[in-house]
T-cell receptor
């Protein structure tokens, strides 16, 4: 059984660019949640995907969007990057929408 | 608004002693609570959880206590070991209706050998 994996590990982008982060969920998990963790803060919920549909969204603007694929892997896309988007982006998979979540190691995004 | 709060950013404890990490929440609808442990360069790892129908849950050296009237939970680690040094996050959710886990800001625990 493989755990949650994320790619890339680190990424540096400039303001205004677009970025795509990827997540492979744990085997058998049909739900993926994305979180943003700024320095010194706890993870903040961005959105959740359940069976390929968005199933809830936190307080993030529309330039944060996502996809979930039939194999339950997922992408997080961020358009028009801003300096404040610099953070650790965590993906977590679970068996159900409110189930215990298994986190990947995260992608560290730096926007300059 | 921060619905889950961890007011102690850091805690240092001697090896072998008890570590007590605290967490407060404001939303009375939360009914499922979890503790996660995070090492640098890794994602959070699930540690222990508790449902609101209980006031205590134990797993080896780890015990979580829930005081619903005070909207407070705590994690006890006994005895503390140097390998327990990490950042600990508490999280909460309305399990039946919600899909969003709310996390605290974390407490960095250092266990001194």
């Amino acid at each position: 059984e493989t755990g949650v994996t994320q790619s890339p590990t680190h990424l540096i982008k400039t303001r205004g660019q677009q970025v795509t982060l990827r997540c492979s969920s744990q085997s058998g998990h049909n739900t993926v949640s994305w979180y943003q963790q700024a320095l010194g803060q706890g993870p903040q919920f961005i959105f959740q995907y359940y069976r390929e549909e968005e199933n809830g969204r936190g307080n993030f603007p529309p330039r944060f969007s996502g996809l979930q694929f039939p194999n339950y892997s997922s992408e997080l896309n961020v358009n028009a990057l801003e300096l404040d988007d610099s953070a650790l982006y965590l993906c977590a998979s679970s068996l159900r929408r409110s189930g215990g979540q298994y986190f990947g190691p995260g992608t560290r995004l730096t926007v300059t | 608004d921060q619905q889950v709060k961890q007011n102690s950013p850091s805690l240092s404890v001697q090896e072998g002693r008890i570590s007590i990490l605290n967490c407060d929440y404001t939303n009375s609808m939360f009914d499922y609570f979890l503790w996660y442990k995070k090492y640098p360069a890794e994602g959070p790892t699930f540690l222990i959880s508790i449902s609101s129908i209980k006031d205590k849950n134990e797993d080896g050296r780890f015990t979580v206590f829930l005081n619903k009237s005070a909207k407070h939970l705590s994690l006890h680690i006994v005895p503390s070991q140097p390998g327990d040094s990490a950042v600990y996050f508490c999280a909460a959710i309305e399990a039946n209706t919600g899909n969003q886990f709310y996390f605290g800001t974390g407490t960095s625990l250092t266990v001194i050998p």
